[in-house]
């Protein structure tokens, strides 16, 4: 077992971990603190990225993600003023449900992932890290989706300029 092995475990496991924290976190209720544990989440993402030879991707996520769109929710999350949660009694039928809703996508998942072909349809590689096939593919192939989300930030942003702005009266 090599470094880049052990580095995939650890990464692995960390993005598991980080996931499973910004849910259900035992340290606080506090909602920020969720938020930084989506930041260690996306981190450890980036280097899986990174074990895959995908730097642009990694630097975007690190960039996009953990950067401006971290930003967005902090600020959202403080304007609002969210206080810490006051812990609510589990009922039965609610977790009785969430678990037979987990149990079955993970069979489904399961199921796919057994049914699928890994190696069937590779292409050739190209060179490590190019990005010019990617962008050539995303303002061809995928303009529209691409779009789509600009527009949504476009909006997200402008909902946080009219949330955050004072009534001058």
């Known amino acids: 077992m090599g470094l880049p092995d052990i580095l995939f475990y650890v990464f692995a496991f960390l993005t598991l971990l980080c996931g499973v924290l910004v849910i ?6 506090n909602p ?14 980036a280097g899986l990225f990174v074990l895959l030879h995908a730097f642009f991707l990694a630097a975007v996520q690190i960039l996009v993600y953990a950067g401006a769109v971290m930003v967005l929710f902090l600020f959202v999350i403080m304007l609002l003023d ?12 609610s977790l009785i449900g969430g678990l037979v809703s987990v149990g ?21 590689p190209t060179l490590e890290g190019e ?17 789509v989300v600009s527009v949504l930030l476009l909006v997200a942003m402008m909902g946080v300029i009219l949330l955050s702005k004072k009534d001058l009266k």
């Open 24 to 29: 259900a976190n035992p340290f606080s209720r």
């Open 32 to 45: 920020v603190t969720s938020a930084m544990f989506l930041v260690l989440t996306i981190i450890s993402m």
């Open 82 to 93: 969210l206080k810490e949660e006051e812990r609510r009694k589990i009922k039965k039928f």
């Open 104 to 124: 079955a996508v993970v069979t489904i998942f399961v199921k796919s992932i057994l049914a699928a072909q890994p190696g069937a349809n590779l292409s050739t």
């Open 131 to 147: 990005t010019a096939a990617l962008g050539k593919l995303l303002f061809t192939q995928y303009l529209l989706p691409f779009e």
